[in-house]
């Protein structure tokens, strides 16, 4: 699996954890050199103190070239384990006498003490002119050289060998500790780190629970909030925008799509979903339905007489009187060019047939004003008149049967309502 | 053939004779070196003198070694000053005495000057330091054995630090 198809609440995770393993590994590297170093050094100024320690008596054994003193002496460097040789070597680097550890190998602290002796041979100007001794780690063992200064002059040098147990111990001790503390460190940046990554995930996915919520239920209405002063806060700013956008948006649509741009009553598709609703109600409920389908008297000559213009105020002004008249449970809808349908629910034809002819007698009266100076338009309109407990939830025999009854008002002079008969 | 052989044994006893002297002319150039080392490792009363005397009393195994070893030496700070003496009385104010005194009472008495006038004593002579001489020097198988008569030492007002102790084998007392 790729870093890209993680998720992000586990490239948190991984992000802040590698990031504090970074930190981790350089600090306990770093650390890990300086105890290296401060060990060094440590081993090296105790085995030197040693080498000073003993130098003291020995020097007189030197000077007295009492070997069988100096060995003696030498001998007493058995208490301490880590030693694994001395050396005394007199002014021409000859030895004079020497320690072995038992405990040391024998060709082994040969080769070391050839090694320390070469190297004693280059630092000769050190040892006898500056009168300074050195000392260093090698690989198996570490060693001091002290110069045996005697009256001012150094009368020879003084070579301890150590081995590198001690050393070994401390820094394996050092690393244990350091891994421990790493992975206990780990653990701990572990858990912060699935604690802190709730401070980033929790808002996405508090916006993405959201956007699943508005997918699933379409609504817009909802919004979201957060406490936090940062950038989420300007996304859940910009997300609230953005869905009130949405929301307007889907508003404008949703009466584009319902409305009748021109009067603003609703079209025609609006009007056969309402009608289907109810009489789909009013067969289950067993409830009268009523149906009025209005057409403007002579529009076509309103239309050729006065210009569209003159045409589309008389529809808006229909429309308005309409609208007026109705009963508040009624819906008025535009269904065609000059056709309005008025759907009464819970309407038998009495009432019905009472509703279509106020709405009539109200355009009746209507004046429609066709511009300043000329005497205000009238028109008339028909109407048919249908109302029944529908026997089918198919609406189109109800429609059919209002246009028929619309036909035959237009048919019998116009200006009147006619309801539906069966013939 | 009997010559042949006394000329063999001739040569042997010369080569000996000549490694014999060899090792004792090293030894001698040791005990040269080790008279000055040893005044470092001493403290002797001031005198307010303001050099560095070492008196050889008696027969002078050094040659001119001495003289050679110490021209524009300092010890303590001193320069050294090297003196020879064939009697007690010519020994003077010494701060340190080398005794090749082959008589025992003459050497005794070297011994007791010393004590007295608070002057490091050191002879290679044999029971040197169980008869109150301070420091006694031998030479065995090529090793340096180094005797300090410590009680002696005291009486005289000399210390003699640690380190040298601590080589040297040390008598109390002083035998009868």
Redesign the interface.
Known sequence: MKFSDLSIRLKLVALLGVSAAMALVVSAILSLVLTVLSVRDESLRHLRQTADIAQ??L???L???????ATR?LASLASNPRILAALISDDELQPFSTYVSPAASQPDVAAYLAQVAALAKERHKQLHVEREGFASIAYGYMFAVNPIV??GKTIGTLTLLSDNVILKERISAFVLMQVLVSVLTLVIIAFISIRLQRVFTTPIFHIIETIRTIAQTKNYTVSVNTIQNDEFKVLYSHFNDMIAEIRERDSQLSRLATTDPLTGLANRRNAMEVMQTMVTRARRKQEPFGLVMFDIDHFKRVNDQYGHPVGDAVLKAVAATLTRAAREIDLVARIGGEEFLVLCDNSDLKATQHIAERMRAAIEQTEVFCGSGTTPLKVTASAGVYASIPESEDFEVSLARVDAALYRAKETGRNKTVNWEEE | MKNKVWVWMLLLAAQLCSGVAMASQEENK?MAV?L??FA??IELPDRGSKHFVITLIDENPFGSLLDDLYLGKQINGKPVVIRYATKIEDIGQSDLLFITLVNPRTRQEAIDYGAKNSILTISTAMGFAERGGIIQLDFLQQ????KINHTAALKSNIRI????L??ATVVKGVAP
């Open positions: 003291d008596n020097t007189a054994t000077a007295f070239r009492d070997n069988a003193s002496m005697f009256d | 040791l080790f000055g080392r470092s490792y090793q340096t054995r180094i630090g640690a380190p040298l601590s080589l």
